[in-house]
């Protein structure tokens, strides 16, 4: 059985950080590109981070030199890590990987 399980979200002010996890089983995560979207509210869904299984990694304008997506193949986890949080921040945050999708966590950033 195929699952994706976020963790990691909360309420922070604006500045904080947070570190979201994701923890996949049920297929072979090493060979898959990895995604962290977003959604907030009234919204559509947007790609916030990209990892290739290589590691390469890209992300969106609105979130470089802020964010940070990581991969720990050997524990079939993956990660992002959010720095200076602003309001605007304020999303579901998801985990993909392929066709598999996680459950989304909360963040809210406060002013």
């Known amino acids: 059985q195929v699952q994706l399980v976020e963790s990691g979200g909360g309420l922070v002010q604006a500045g904080d950080s947070l570190r979201l996890s994701c923890a996949a089983s049920g297929f072979t995560f090493s060979r898959y590109v990895l995604d962290w979207y977003r959604q907030a509210p009234g919204k559509e869904r947007e790609l916030v981070a990209h990892i290739t299984s290589a590691g390469i990694s890209d992300y969106a304008d609105s979130v470089k030199g802020r964010f940070t997506i990581s991969r720990d193949n050997a524990e079939n986890t993956m990660y992002l890590q959010m720095n200076n949080l602003k309001p605007e921040d304020t999303a579901v945050y998801f985990c993909?990987?392929?066709?598999?999708w996680g459950q989304g966590t909360q963040v809210t950033v406060s002013s």
């Open positions: 993909r990987a392929g066709i598999y």
